[in-house]
Nanobody, 121 residues
Framework: QVQLVESGGGLVQPGGSLRLSCAAS????????MGWYRQAAGKERELVAT???????NYADSVKGRFTISRDNAKSTVYLQMNSLKPEDTADYYC???????????????WGQGTQVTVSS
């Protein structure tokens, strides 16, 4: 079993900042990709940012220049620094990881429980 535990969500005013964290633990051989998706009320889940192999990053156009994803491989943890937050960033943010549980086993996708981010004055 693998657990992804998120923290750092909350209520923030427009223009403010938040930092999300997600720590992976459990039966992990190697982690390929860690990242964040979000789902606003009444909308489909969408990619926010991903980090693959600790080097390659990918961002949604809507967050480029405002959000920064980083990863601590030693801690199996991914962070999302969110600056200049807008009301349209309000959503539940889900941590994601693609990893192998054992050598030579196919990679598996895991999701966290989600953390709520509300941007409102």
């Amino acid at each position: 079993q693998v657990q992804l535990v998120e923290s750092g969500g909350g209520l923030v005013q427009p223009g403010g900042s938040l930092r999300l964290s997600c720590a992976a633990s459990g039966n992990i051989f190697t982690i390929y990709t860690m990242g964040w998706y979000r789902q606003a009320a009444g909308k489909e889940r969408e990619l926010v940012a991903t980090n693959t192999n600790g080097a390659s990053t990918n961002y949604a156009d809507s967050v480029k220049g405002r959000f920064t994803i980083s990863r601590d491989n030693a801690k199996s943890t991914v962070y999302l620094q969110m600056n200049s937050l807008k009301p349209e960033d309000t959503a539940d943010y889900y941590c994601y990881a693609r990893l192998r549980n054992q050598y030579m086993r196919p990679p598996v996708d895991y999701w966290g429980q989600g953390t709520q981010v509300t941007v409102s004055s």
